[in-house]
């Protein structure tokens, strides 16, 4: 079992960076494979970026591919989001969510075993 607590939310003017983090505790975050989901006021949630347990896998939406790196710290027990070149269209919820399974870009947010109560990113145009 894993909590998991996102930070690093915030305002920030198109074309900026933001990176979020997702801090397990109670558990080893780094034995779960761990995904980023969005959703935007009036919209359905949505897969952002996810990464293998052993962190050798990593998927992305298409709309963020290039954009946005997924990547996790072990010793720290974090997964992050770095966030670069963002756009009016990011803005969002961000929620980061574990499974102890394998999981792909087409694995649901109801899919995994532990979600986070998300945390706010704005993007100002």
């Known amino acids: 079992q894993v909590h998991l607590v996102e930070s690093g939310g915030g305002l920030v003017q198109a074309g900026g960076s933001l990176r979020l983090s997702c801090a397990g505790s109670?558990?080893?975050?780094?034995?779960?494979?761990t995904g980023w989901f969005r959703q935007a006021p009036g919209k359905e949630r949505e897969f952002v970026a996810a990464?293998?347990?052993?962190?050798?896998?990593?998927y992305y939406a298409a709309s963020v591919l290039g954009r946005f790196t997924i990547s996790r710290d072990y010793a720290k027990n974090t997964v992050y989001l770095q966030m670069n070149e963002l756009k009016p269209d990011d803005t969002a919820v961000y929620y980061c969510a574990a499974d102890p399974r394998m999981i792909t870009e087409n694995t649901g947010w109801n899919e995994y075993s532990y979600r986070g109560q998300g945390t706010q990113v704005t993007v100002s145009s």
């Open positions: 990464i293998s347990w052993a962190g050798d896998r990593t």
């Open positions: 109670g558990g080893t975050l780094g034995t779960y494979s």
